[in-house]
């Protein structure tokens, strides 16, 4: 069965008016860190995808940013004497988009960044002084950082553009799509083409969220490339509506000042079926 593009259009609707259609962007945006703090986070982040546990590890500098990013690598029980004491977790979570970065091949990743930079901000920080092609910062990030394919690296620009307001040119096409939205465009009574151009039509009034983004724009291909991975995971009941935020406050219990900070700056909650 073919689904009609509206499905979709109403869907990506409801994650823009919610705020759901990337949370963890308005926060990062809205919460105002330091920026070396930021480019330390947003590192961690691309790692291990857990928006509580990059906080905690932001908070680190230098060397000791090394060492809490190797023991999150290990994946090591904490003890009451260890990192910190008041940290609630025993272990160290990923998001289920990091899922395999785990043992070995994570351990000898940490090791190559700490290899490219003492100060663990410049590997982030090093991009924020050009303008950039998306097919350039995508093949650098999968060339240069360890176990960070095609996704990683274009969730990566989205965030430099995003968060970090850098200048960067993404093309308006779906061969920039990685697996999961293209096969959610697949789904619909239109090409994928066609399905993607209306989907830019429609949108292309809209501001792209977050509204204090350093960088305003439009609605473009990002936006459409979030609002269809979403919409396909909806189809089969492991999306809704809300979800990532209350994921995402959720992870950033228990992780110290500066994720406290940014749950304050998060998107409200969303009842769970309101949009069902």
């Known amino acids: ?24 962007y308005v926060a990062l945006v809205n919460a105002k860190l330091p920026t070396k703090q930021l480019h330390r986070l947003l590192l961690a982040y691309f790692c291990f995808y857990h928006l509580g546990v990059s906080a905690f590890i932001s908070e680190m500098e230098g060397g000791t940013f090394w060492e809490v990013m ?3 690598a290990r994946n090591k029980l904490c003890g009451p004497d ?3 004491p008041d ?24 090791r190559t960044f700490r290899s490219m930079a003492p100060n663990p901000e410049d590997i982030v920080g090093s991009f924020a002084f050009n303008d950039y092609e998306l097919r350039e910062i995508t093949a650098y990030i999968q060339k240069h950082w360890p176990m960070c394919g095609s996704w990683l690296s274009f969730k990566a620009a989205d965030i430099f553009e995003r968060v970090l307001g850098i200048p960067i040119e993404f093309p308006n096409d779906t061969l920039t799509f990685y697996k999961e ?29 977050p509204a204090s983004s350093p960088r305003a724009r439009s609605c473009n291909i990002q936006e459409i490339e979030s609002m269809a991975c979403k919409w396909k995971s909806s189809l089969s009941g492991h999306y809704w509506v809300g979800k990532d935020i209350h994921e995402v406050r959720h992870g950033l219990k228990g992780w110290g000042e500066t994720a406290s900070l940014l749950s304050k700056y998060m998107p409200p909650e969303v009842e769970r079926g309101l949009f069902a």
């Open 87 to 110: 940290l609630e977790y025993d272990r160290w979570p990923r998001g289920s988009e990091r899922r395999h970065f785990r043992g070995q091949k994570c351990v000898d990743a940490v």
């Open 181 to 209: 939205p293209r096969a959610a465009l697949d789904l619909l009574n239109l090409s994928p083409e066609a399905a993607a151009n209306k989907l830019l039509l429609h949108f292309r009034n809209k501001p792209a969220p």
């Open 70 to 72: 190797m023991v999150a």
């Open 82 to 84: 260890e990192i910190n």
């Open 1 to 24: 069965m073919k689904h009609k593009i509206g499905e979709v259009i109403e869907f990506g609707e409801k994650l823009i008016n919610t705020q759901d259609l990337d949370p963890v």
